[in-house]
Every structure is written in structure tokens, then in C-alpha cells.
């Protein structure tokens, strides 16, 4: 069953949202050349905690921390450890919150000091696809037409988009109805309404879209060890598009596609 919340239910959730937003760009900024994954998901938890909130992701079916921290060819789900980041690597973080019964959630994938042009390309063109897929976001349209706009920007430049995870409805759990996949032809599947809220997160390989599962259970990799990336933002479904629940003001003037943001009451 797919939600459509209403205006208490989505001031909850731009709250959380945003509380995700904010650490995020806290985390952001500490990615450098030397640091550990470790140290980035123990910030990571002093900070939900001290905001109230619970980490969305520690525990759940047994994930052991508060951040997926996925490095260079791992495309999701990276457990974080020791390893120190060097020069070059790309680092997808993923995370979220559990606030007031609400959850939120959002991912970024950042460069590890200067890394290689075709490193750079696909974190660029990675949250372009991200963009595009918001951008057809409105009351009327069909969940595939995300997955069919994050394709057909992702395929126009030489990458492939992984199909073993997708994005996914979110409000009192984490994972909710409509699932969002990155693919497919556009006008299939439910309409949206206003009051739907979406996690949608493209996740893009440099190389061949197959990947597996590592033996710890979690880290998914690209099959061919070649870069991947990956972008989420949450939205929700409002007036003539949406709204962008974990759009941090900060980052407003990075988002590389116009966006499809409505004005006015929810």
C-alpha cells in the first residue's frame, strides 16, 4: 500500500529530512585523505543522538552502524571501518534518522582530494541522473518515469545503472511502498499524489551495471571492480512537482538540474 501523508505527517518528515541533511554536510566536509570510515559513522551517531533521533539504519536486519560507507568500486552498503581514505578514492555515504516516529534519508558520494576526470565525470553525472529523475516528479505521473529519466541521462554518457537496488517509499519505515527502480520504460506502475514521499537514489557503475555481495553480507561491488556512485534525496509529492525534503540550504546552489520544487501549503 502506498501512503499519501498528510500536512502533520510531512512537517515530521521535512524534520527529520532535514536533521539527515545537516549531518551529511557535516560528513561531507570531513572526507579527506587520511581519515577513517569509522570516524565518519561515529560523528555521524553523535550527532543524530544529540539531535534526539535514533540511526535509521544500525541495527536494522543487523546492519551494524549508522552510516553505509562505500568506497571506490563498493556500490552501497559498506560497513565502516579502519580503513583510512587515500588520495583519488570516491566515498558514497548513505544515511538516515528515526525522529518523532518518522524516518529520513539521503546519500552523496564524494572525492577523496583530486581524483581522476572519469572519477569526477560519473559522481557528476551520477547526481545529474539524480536531478532528472526529480525533475518528472509531479501529481499524475508514473513511478517508472523516475526510473526511465535516471536511465536514459545515465546510459547518454557511457555508465550503467545498477539493477539489483532501487529506491523506495519512506515515512513510518524505513522502506516503504512504491519500490523506485533507476530503469525501465516511463509510464508504468502507480500514479503519484500529493502526500507521497519518495526516496529515490540512483546508483551508477563506470563500468558493467552486475554486481555481488561481499561475505560480511552487506557490501555490495561492482562484479568488474570499476567506480560506482551513488545519490539519494527524499521527496515529497506536492502541487506541480515536489518538494525536496533532505535539500540542505547550504547545498542549494550545487544541484546541477533546475528542480521541480512546489510553493505554497502542503
Known amino acids: 500500500m502506498i501512503v499519501c501523508r498528510s500536512t502533520a505527517e510531512i512537517e515530521k518528515l521535512r524534520r527529520v ?6 549531518i551529511l ?4 566536509r570531513m572526507v579527506a585523505p587520511g581519515v577513517t570510515t569509522e570516524a565518519i559513522d561515529a560523528t555521524a551517531e553523535a550527532m543524530v543522538r544529540e539531535e534526539g533521533a535514533e540511526p535509521a539504519f544500525k541495527g536494522y536486519h543487523g546492519y551494524p552502524a549508522t552510516v553505509c560507507a562505500s568506497v571506490n568500486e563498493q556500490v552501497v552498503h559498506g560497513i565502516p571501518s579502519t580503513r583510512r581514505l587515500v588520495e583519488g578514492d570516491v566515498l558514497s555515504i548513505d544515511m538516515g534518522a528515526k525522529l518523532e516516529g518518522f524516518y529520513g534519508d539521503s546519500a552523496v ?3 577523496v582530494g583530486r581524483v581522476s576526470a572519469d572519477a569526477e565525470r560519473l559522481l557528476r553525472v551520477t547526481e545529474e541522473a539524480l536531478f532528472h529523475g526529480i525533475d518528472v516528479v509531479k501529481p499524475g505521473a508514473r ?4 526510473g526511465a529519466a535516471v536511465q536514459a541521462h545515465v546510459e547518454a554518457h557511457g555508465f550503467s545503472v545498477v539493477r539489483e ?4 517509499g519512506i515515512g513510518t519505515s ?3 511502498e512504491p519500490q523506485i527502480a533507476n530503469y525501465g520504460p516511463a509510464n508504468r506502475g502507480p500514479r503519484l499524489a500529493e502526500g507521497m514521499v519518495l526516496a529515490i537514489e540512483p546508483m551508477v557503475n563506470i563500468g558493467a551495471a552486475a554486481v555481488k555481495v561481499l561475505s560480511d553480507g552487506w557490501t555490495a ?9 551513488h545519490f539519494e534525496h527524499t521527496v515529497v509529492v506536492a502541487g506541480g512537482g515536489c518538494e525536496i525534503l533532505t535539500l540542505f540550504d547550504a ?3 550545487r544541484t546541477p538540474q533546475p528542480l521541480a520544487i512546489a510553493t505554497g501549503e502542503l
Open 109 to 111: 558520494t564524494v572525492a
Open 17 to 22: 529530512n532535514q536533521l539527515v541533511a545537516r
Open 174 to 176: 524505513l522502506h516503504e
Open 25 to 28: 554536510a557535516e560528513l561531507r
Open 165 to 168: 537496488f532501487v529506491g523506495h
Open 143 to 146: 513511478v517508472s518515469d523516475i
Open 251 to 253: 547545498d542549494k546552489a
Open 221 to 229: 561491488v561492482t562484479r568488474d571492480g570499476t567506480l560506482s556512485a
